[in-house]
Each structure stands twice: as C-alpha cells, then as structure tokens.
C-alpha cells in the first residue's frame, strides 16, 4: 500500500546527478513550468474558443499594433508557423480574423480581427481576467514580477542559444 504522502510527491523527471547548483535549479524551474503548463491547458478552457491555442492567436492579433503575419506570431509565441497556421485557420473559418493583403510581402497575408473575433475576445478576456483573480489568491506582486523578470532572461538565453546553434556557434563554460 502507498502512503498518502508518497502519492502527493510529484514523479521525478529531473536527475540532479550532473548539473551544477544553478543548473539543476535552471532543471527544476522548467520542470515546474512544463507542470504548470500542462494543468493549465487541462483546466482553463475558455466558454468561447475551442482552446487555450486558439486564445493566444486571438490576442495576439487583437492586441497587435499593426496586423501580424502567421510567422510573427509563431516567432513571438515561440511555436512553429505550421502549429500557428492551423490555428489561425480555424479562427478564420470561424469568422474570428480575416487574411489581408500585406503591403510588406507578397505571400504573407496580415491577420485582422473581425467585429466578432473582437467581441469574442473581449469574452474571453472577461473569463481570463475572472480565472486569474482566482487563482492568483495569496500571490504577491513583487514575487510574480521577480519570477517574470528570471522566466524572460531564461527565455533571452533560450533564444541566443538557439540563434548561436543555428550559426555553428556553442559556447562552453
């Protein structure tokens, strides 16, 4: 019989073994993103849209200065074009964004929100706004902006690497 403590635990998926105090600390703070993530793409679904992927689109373009391309908002959000794509597609058909001409490219179109993808974000939104107050009880400002700060220079990092990689260049400390 497991105890009722051993079940609480979470199942380990990072071995300390060969990383440096930072690094495993670098390890763990991903591990608990990845978990993080992955409860809330299991609980918070918005009333409207068919997911969380669907709302990020959404908002990107909603909130964009000027009309992104599929590529940006891939770019921003970090995924693959095709994976924005997708989602960009059913937002159209649904009648939430519309492909415009793009005075910049030739082949890549601008996302623009329709009158409705306008309104079903501000739902959204809404819902958003009501489920963070919810789960952000006994939180504290300057600890979430501490742990934005750590989370956007691990993403920085992220991104030089990957830029380093992509030239050929890996640097080892």
């Known amino acids: 019989m497991v105890s009722k403590k051993a079940e609480e635990r979470p199942v380990p998926t990072f071995d300390h073994s060969v990383h440096s105090e930072v690094g495993g600390r670098l390890g763990e703070l991903v591990d608990e993103v990845l978990r993080l993530h992955g409860r809330v793409m299991s609980v918070k679904r918005p009333s409207v849209l068919g997911g969380p992927g669907q709302t990020f689109v959404l908002a990107s373009v909603v909130l964009a200065v000027e009309p992104p391309t599929v590529a940006r908002i891939a770019r921003s959000l970090g995924y693959t074009r095709q994976a924005i794509q997708r989602l960009a597609d059913v937002l159209a058909a649904e009648g939430y964004?519309?492909?415009?001409?793009?005075?910049?490219?030739?082949?890549?179109?601008?996302?623009?929100?329709?009158?409705?993808?306008?309104?079903?974000?501000?739902?959204?939104?809404?819902?958003?706004?009501?489920?963070t107050e919810r789960i952000s009880q006994g939180l504290d400002v300057a600890a979430l902006d501490q742990t934005l700060d750590v989370l956007r220079q691990v993403r920085r990092n992220l991104e030089q690497d990957k830029n380093a990689a992509a030239q050929g260049v890996t640097e080892q400390q």
């Open 97 to 131: 964004v519309s492909y415009e001409e793009n005075p910049h490219h030739k082949t890549s179109k601008q996302l623009v929100a329709t009158p409705l993808g306008r309104q079903v974000y501000a739902q959204v939104n809404q819902e958003s706004a009501e489920w």
